[in-house]
């Protein structure tokens, strides 16, 4: 197969299409409590799955942006970053059972652990990719290689540390999000540029 045909268009549309269906599974496990119980006691039962979603969906979002971002400027794909592209989608596809485990089982050292080692899972294939797609194009990601890195050591670190409190191990999920939803330097100054 030729080279030329190995475009980008076909794995960004796979890959927004993923993420979709990957937000789309996590929406569809909020339930609205039964009738037998009270309208706010039913909204306090399902609030902690709410918030964890709201991370989770946040989570996807930030992999979901930075995507566009990796791969905007990529003419040709390579068999390695389509694996890799595969590798971070698969990854990304755990974010919602880890969700779902949360709301069922509740806050609890168990599920936050397994929850923060579901997000941090997708982070080992990205930076893969990103230095992949980095070493094809010449240009380095958008966010950093050094963010990409301390993102993953916070995601690693939630793990043990759900055991210890799995509130702070949410909270330090949670600081990722933070982080990653400041807009990149060289982005914030190309949307400048283009608006002169």
């Known amino acids: 197969m030729p080279t030329e045909r190995l475009t980008s268009s076909r794995l960004e549309a796979f890959s927004d299409g993923v993420m979709a269906v990957i937000i789309t599974i996590m929406v569809l496990e909020l339930r609205v409590p039964g009738k037998d119980v009270a309208d706010l006691t039913g909204l306090h039962q399902i609030l902690p799955l709410v918030l ?34 595969l590798a971070v989608l698969f990854t990304l596809s755990l974010i919602p059972v880890a969700t779902n485990w949360v709301g069922v089982r509740h806050v609890s050292p168990f599920s936050v652990a397994l929850y923060s080692a579901a997000c941090a899972l997708p982070a080992i294939p990205w930076m893969l990719l990103s230095s992949l797609i980095c070493h094809h194009t010449g240009k ?9 890195v301390v993102s993953c050591a916070l995601y690693l670190g939630a793990i043990p540390l759900a055991w210890v409190s799995p509130y702070i191990s949410l909270g330090m999920i949670a600081l990722v999000a933070v982080v990653w939803l400041l807009p990149p330097r060289e982005i914030v100054e190309l949307t400048r540029n283009n608006k002169n």
């Open 140 to 148: 380095p990601p958008a966010g950093g290689m050094l963010k990409q």
């Open 52 to 85: 964890v979603y709201l991370l989770s969906f946040v989570q996807v979002g930030i992999y979901w942006v930075n995507h566009h971002y990796l791969v905007d400027g990529v003419k040709q794909v390579t068999h390695g970053i389509l694996w890799s592209n």
